[in-house]
């Protein structure tokens, strides 16, 4: 098992020019996923690709598979999805992947145009060819989808390459997660991001169970994150106050568009939104901090303070009727109101001058 006590460190993933760093400590690492929303045309993908950039996510990502890579061509019960409540009821899992992959000759384009809009870009790989696809391609990190996060051999073969890992987590045990981070970590990856995954499409925000996520970070002693299934973008941006580092959030040109994953999926708006949602909640976060900030005290003013409602002889002794607490907060404070009443002023005090520590100081 991992040491609790581990603390997480940032890393840079990085591609030529282009860098990004990952980290509690850092600004969420925001992925938009691509999935089979460019609906089979090459041109829509290149353009989800250069959309998403100008969203200003930090990677893009995609999925490296053919339908015979991942299933076999058999139209048998064990082949059909027949989960009612499924997108996806009744296809056979050969013809959905085969609509839904990205075939591999576009992966080229794909990289350099997100390199051209200056994004990191990088995949999801099934199976082991595809590793090697990916690497060759000079993809800087690798993706483990969360029903992948018990393929220990996949899991072994990306370790390998010695660049980081983000594995989504899924129905997985913290015992299949242990073993899944302890193979990578034995076959050479030191870089690795978990993230919390609820494997419904969509997902409904109730089963997001956010709280998971800081303890992963403690528990498995690494970076920690959401891949988020659910509509919109509250539960995203809520998961960024549970210590998430990294999102991961589906993305299309438009849902009106269909797509396999559109449902689910954010248009251009709303992952704009999104970028700027989880920076403002993760600088939200701060500190514990009591008194207020710097950018606070100016407003002291609108608080309420002691004045003279009227002119003051010296001797004359302070009453209801010529002291009154009210804005601004400049002269004493209103807790000193007791002390002054019925206690002689130390010095003539004009209508509306401020009252002092000096004045107060006298009356002891």
Known sequence: MHDPLMKTRPFRVESGEISREIGLDREPFIIAEMSGNHNGDKARALEIV??????????????????????????????????????????????????????????????????????LSFSTPFDETAVDFLDDLGAPMFKVASFEVTHLPLIRKIARTGKPMILSTGMATTEEIDEAITTAREAGCEDIVILKCTSQYPADASDADLATISDMRVRFGVEAGLSDHTLGIGVAVAAIGHGASVIEKHFTLDR????????????????????Q???????????????GTENEKKNRQFRQSIYPARDIAEGELFSAENLKICRPGL?????????????????????????????????R
């Open 50 to 119: 250069r959309c998403a950039a100008a969203c200003g996510v930090d990677a893009l990502k995609f999925q490296t598979y053919t339908a015979d890579t991942i299933t076999l061509d058999a139209a048998t019960d064990d082949f059909v999805i027949r989960d009612e409540k499924s997108l996806w009821v009744g296809r056979r899992l050969h013809d959905l992947y085969a609509e839904a992959h990205t075939p591999w000759e576009w992966h080229e384009d794909l990289f350099a145009a997100a390199r051209d809009a200056g994004t």
């Open 256 to 275: 009106n568009d269909g797509g396999v994953d559109s449902p689910f999926s954010l248009e251009p708006w709303e992952m704009t939104l999104l970028k």
């Open 277 to 291: 949602e989880t920076s403002r909640a993760w600088r939200a976060a701060g500190s514990v901090r009591y008194g």
């Open 331 to 363: 002269s004493l404070a209103p807790r000193h109101y007791d002390t002054l009443i019925g206690r002689p002023a130390p010095r003539a005090i004009r209508f509306a001058e401020r009252l002092t520590e000096a004045d107060l100081a006298a009356l």
